[in-house]
């Protein structure tokens, strides 16, 4: 939009017609505000769904856990498949308990600490499987903003140069290319509102759920660690 | 995750068709600003439109003898039409007041067999002669020419100039004719001055007859001072010249009146030399009027004369003090080429007009 075009009154002003009569940096900010609004909104979506399985998966594996079940029985249940949650961590957990007890291990203590450090390195997995593109949220949230104020100043920089052009105030000649700018701004928090409430409640229910795990962690080590003193 | 992407896409497009379709698009900005219609308008247009046509239907109202005779231009249109062709070209004359002359077949042209319905005033033949014919001016006769309905036009002249074209500065307007003879603007009766230039004004054969011919003075000072002053200022733009002759004009055969422009140019200069006497301010009737003859190069040919004597001591202190200013202020810079119009100006020392001015 130069400043002839924007000195053309009732420049049509819808979005369509902001979008069409902006500059071109202005266009790239809003295109990429687009982008960022829409890849927000998608990892919002499937974080939401996996942080409900997550916590659903979670749920019946702590059913099965504490139902009574052989433990060994669990494992075999288990150990074929790949797991995800709670279950990875029993499985990690267990896995590490039948190597020391077949290679006869001698430290009760040796093999204690190698299990939570298991656990400890399958929590730290689930957790980063958890907060993947989680950050991407919070960028969006706290940069969107202000590459829309980019896109605004550029667009009222392009109404300021109508007015030198026509040299003429009204308000016909300098409004496309405020409302333009302003849409820009518009544009970058409609894309960071969402992304900053999504990044608070998504990483919340990380940590819920990572906590969780840290407590069932905490609770198997303490029974694997029974096991060991009634062993020896 | 890619189906996270789809849904998020598809959701971002659906908002946006629907913010497209049913939010509205803001209707075009239309400019507060309305265009204020501006007539460019010459003050000449005012100050050269006197004089009324006697054709025009009088109104069912009449009009008070002091209204202006002015007509706006879309009231000379629509006369127009109704006029005969002589008389149409008529009121043109006035409408343009360019000096660029206009050689009329009005008045002067002996042989011209249509009459003349209205009153043409002010010929002023162009110095050389153009037209070759010695046309007879027509002697001004205030009044309705009751007889003059199929007169051709040719009138006896007093003046023995050669008869050059005249030009009709002022003609007759189209103005609501008023149902009285509308006032006549006094005019010199001083005996003509050796400069042959000659107010012309024509009786013309009017078919009209409730509408005698207004004698008009000089220039139209004596129009603006009727109109805006009320008091009586007479014009001189005739120097010396009470000798009306028709047909003859003036010797120099431009088309010009002193507009109100100059007429205020001409009492602004005078007014900067101007210090009214104090303590006579209010007393609203110091009018002094003041008859100024001028040279060519703008200075005083002679004393001003006091038009209005007054016997009242003070008075005559505002009068000595106006023409005190008169003579101080000297040389005017008035336009050279107008010189015939300003050569004798009556002017108004009104105190409320030239402070408050």
């Known amino acids: 939009m130069d400043a002839t075009t924007l000195a053309a009154p009732a420049a049509e002003i819808s979005m369509l017609g902001l979008f069409w009569h902006a500059h071109i940096v202005v266009k790239l900010v809003m295109i990429g505000l687009l982008a960022a609004s829409v890849w927000c909104w998608a990892i919002i979506l499937e974080k939401v769904f996996v942080y409900r399985r997550a916590r659903a998966s979670l749920d019946r594996f702590e059913g099965n856990f504490w139902s009574g079940q052989s433990l060994e029985e669990l494992y075999h249940n288990l150990s074929g498949r790949s797991t995800t949650g709670m279950a990875a961590l029993f499985v990690a957990a267990m896995r590490e308990w039948k190597r020391s007890h077949e290679a006869g291990a001698l430290s009760r203590a040796g093999v204690q600490s190698r299990i939570e450090k298991v656990m400890d390195v399958t929590i730290g997995r689930e957790q980063s499987r958890l907060e993947d593109r989680l950050l991407f949220l919070a960028t969006v949230g706290s940069a969107a903003p202000f590459i829309g104020l980019f896109g605004t100043v550029w667009g009222i920089m392009t109404s300021f140069t109508a007015i030198a052009a026509s040299e003429s105030t009204n308000l016909a000649v300098v409004a496309p290319g405020i409302a333009e700018a302003l849409f820009a701004t518009a544009l970058g928090l409609l894309a960071a509102i969402p992304a900053v409430i999504a990044y608070n409640k998504l990483s919340n229910d990380v940590a819920r759920i990572v906590e969780r795990l840290e407590g069932f962690a905490d609770e198997f080590t303490a029974i694997l660690s029974r096991q060991l003193d009634e062993r020896s | ?357």
């Open chain 2, 1 to 357: 995750m890619r189906s996270a992407v789809t849904a998020s896409a598809l959701g971002h497009a659906l908002i946006i068709g629907w913010g497209l379709v049913s939010l509205p698009s803001t209707s075009a900005f239309t400019s507060a600003e309305k265009p204020l219609p501006v007539d460019l308008v010459s003050i000449d247009e005012f100050t050269q439109i006197t004089a009324g046509e006697e054709k025009a239907e009088p109104k069912p109202v009449p009009a008070p003898p002091m209204e202006r005779p002015e007509v706006t231009e879309a009231d000379r249109q629509t006369e127009k039409p109704q006029a005969p062709k002589a008389q149409s070209t008529a009121p043109e004359i006035a409408d343009v007041p360019k000096p660029e002359p206009k050689p009329r077949e009005v008045a002067a042209l002996p042989p011209a067999p249509e009459p003349k319905p209205e009153p043409v005033r002010q010929i002023e033949p162009a110095p050389a002669p153009k037209a070759p014919e010695p046309a007879p001016a027509a002697e001004a006769e205030p009044g309705p020419a009751p007889a003059a309905e199929a007169e051709p036009a040719p009138q006896p002249t007093n003046v023995p100039l050669p008869p050059a074209r005249p030009k009709i500065t002022e003609a007759p307007k189209p103005v609501e004719p008023k149902p009285e003879p509308p006032k006549p603007v006094e005019q010199k009766p001083t005996p003509p001055a050796p400069a042959p230039r000659e107010t012309v004004q024509k009786p013309d054969p009017k078919p009209a007859p409730q509408e005698p011919p207004r004698e008009t003075g000089g220039f139209d000072a004596d129009r603006i001072a009727a109109l805006l002053n009320k008091v009586p200022q007479s014009g001189g733009g005739v120097s010396g010249s009470g000798t009306q002759d028709p047909g003859q004009g003036m010797p120099s055969g431009t088309d010009m009146t002193l507009t109100m422009s100059e007429i205020d140019a001409l009492r602004r200069q005078i007014s900067q030399c101007w210090s009214p006497p104090i303590g006579v301010l209010d007393a609203g009737q110091m009018n002094v009027r003041l008859n100024l003859a001028f040279n060519p190069d703008g200075t005083l040919t002679r004393d001003p004369q006091l038009l209005n004597p007054n016997g009242q001591q003070i008075f005559m202190i505002a009068a000595e003090a106006a023409r005190r200013a008169v003579i101080s202020c000297q040389p005017y810079h008035l336009p050279a080429e107008k010189y015939d119009l300003w050569r004798e100006v009556n002017v108004n020392f009104d105190p409320r007009d030239m402070l408050g001015g």
